[in-house]
């Protein structure tokens, strides 16, 4: 079944690539086939995803991030993602909020896709037309989210086996529901990860299914309130100065607005020599540098800011796109206080911020 979803696709993409090659085609013709190869590569590219998401989960490669989150931010990230699948196939979604913040630990972009996994498969296997249910609610000491739907429905023996990898449902003979059914494998390790349980129910072909997920409250956050508004600088306190380095000049542009946003002066550098200059001609309190820089990286710049007289004491933050455990240690190696993945989330760097701005200042301290 693998080797067949994962040939499927190449076979338009051949046809389309060697009727291109016969000869002279008008505009249509070639706008018609273009669109096939990519609709295809598309197809093939989000398998290829899924087949090396499933190996990392299934090794423990993957790194779950915890942070205090309400839960029903999870759900609304999830319905935007899928939304443009829920009006495409013409489906109602039904969303029954919770009127209190139910807080977890865990990590936003793993319960997103866990969530919106279960969106998609019920949008996917839900004929058009069709009524998608979106729950969640307290039980207990858990926070309860259930996706339902009125589609195909599942036997007693899909049921068993639903979370297995490559189980999946018949399909119809176009294979339009398509995919490599790893995606339920994936959402239950991540579940099982974030010490949770998840359950599959349907009464049997045709009747619909109903996912639940169950994950734990974090106690003594049951009053919590809604996550506030990101920090601003401290009225009474100095003014910290920030610098952002980055290459992308629009990643730049926007963090630099963010900062700015919080109340601190800031300045941007997009070239990492040109930065170093301007941070031993005018030392900055925090830098906020990219990794992936071309020249001197990341680590090499903040490197020499360490060995540097001017910079030595400044507190440096690396805003990357690298996660993994490793790529934290190869950063505090190299001198970095902070570690942000990207995109950052604003209310956690205008929290760094602010205990910064109000933390004194000795000489020889580092953020």
């Known amino acids: 079944m693998l080797a067949h979803e994962l040939r499927n696709p190449l076979a338009p993409i051949m046809v389309a690539a060697e009727l291109l090659g016969t000869g002279v085609h008008d505009a249509e013709w070639v706008q018609r086939t273009g669109a096939v190869i990519l609709r295809q590569v598309r197809h093939l590219t989000g398998m290829v995803d899924d087949l090396l998401d499933v190996s990392r989960v299934t090794r423990g490669l993957v790194l779950i991030e915890h942070e205090m989150?309400?839960?029903r931010t999870i759900l609304a990230q999830a319905v935007e993602q899928v939304n443009p699948l829920i009006e495409t196939r013409r489906h109602r979604l039904e969303y029954t909020a919770?009127?209190?913040?139910?807080?977890v630990s865990g990590d936003t972009k793993r319960l997103v896709q866990v969530v919106a996994n279960l969106l998609n498969n019920a949008a996917k296997y839900t004929p058009p037309g069709g009524l998608l249910r979106l729950e969640i609610r307290r039980v207990g000491s858990c926070a309860e989210v259930a996706v339902s739907?009125?589609?195909?429905?599942?036997?007693r023996e899909l049921i068993a086996r639903a979370f297995e990898l490559f189980a999946q449902a018949e399909r119809t003979a176009d294979r339009a529901r398509g995919g490599l059914g790893i995606g339920l494998a994936v959402v239950k390790r991540l579940v099982d990860l974030h010490g949770g349980s998840i359950a599959a129910h349907s009464e049997g072909p045709g009747q619909g299914s109903r996912f639940t997920v169950r994950l734990p409250l974090v106690a003594g956050m049951d009053d919590a309130p809604p996550e506030d508004a990101p920090a601003k600088a401290p009225a009474d306190g100095p003014v910290l100065d920030v610098m952002v380095v980055d290459d992308n000049h629009d990643a730049a542009e926007m963090l630099s607005m963010m900062v700015e946003s919080f109340g601190y002066r800031v300045r941007t550098?997009?070239?990492?020599?040109?930065?170093?200059?301007?941070a031993l001609a005018s030392p900055a309190d925090v830098y906020l540098l990219d990794i992936?820089?071309?020249?001197?990286?990341?680590?090499?710049?903040?490197?020499?800011?360490r060995a540097a007289p001017e910079?030595?004491?400044a507190t440096l933050v690396a805003?990357?796109?690298?996660?993994?455990?490793?790529?934290?240690?190869?950063?505090?190696e190299a001198g970095f206080d902070f570690h942000f993945v990207k995109p950052v989330a604003p209310a956690a760097l205008a929290a760094l911020l602010?205990?910064?701005?109000?933390a004194p200042r000795q000489p020889g301290s580092r953020g």
């Open 149 to 155: 739907d009125n589609g195909i429905g599942m036997s």
């Open 319 to 332: 805003v990357t796109g690298y996660g993994r455990e490793q790529d934290r240690r190869t950063a505090r």
């Open 98 to 103: 919770h009127d209190a913040p139910l807080i």
């Open 269 to 278: 550098e997009f070239d990492s020599n040109a930065a170093l200059g301007a």
């Open 311 to 313: 910079t030595a004491h």
């Open 292 to 305: 992936g820089l071309p020249e001197l990286d990341g680590y090499e710049l903040a490197r020499r800011l």
């Open 69 to 71: 989150i309400d839960l």
């Open 354 to 358: 602010c205990d910064l701005a109000q």
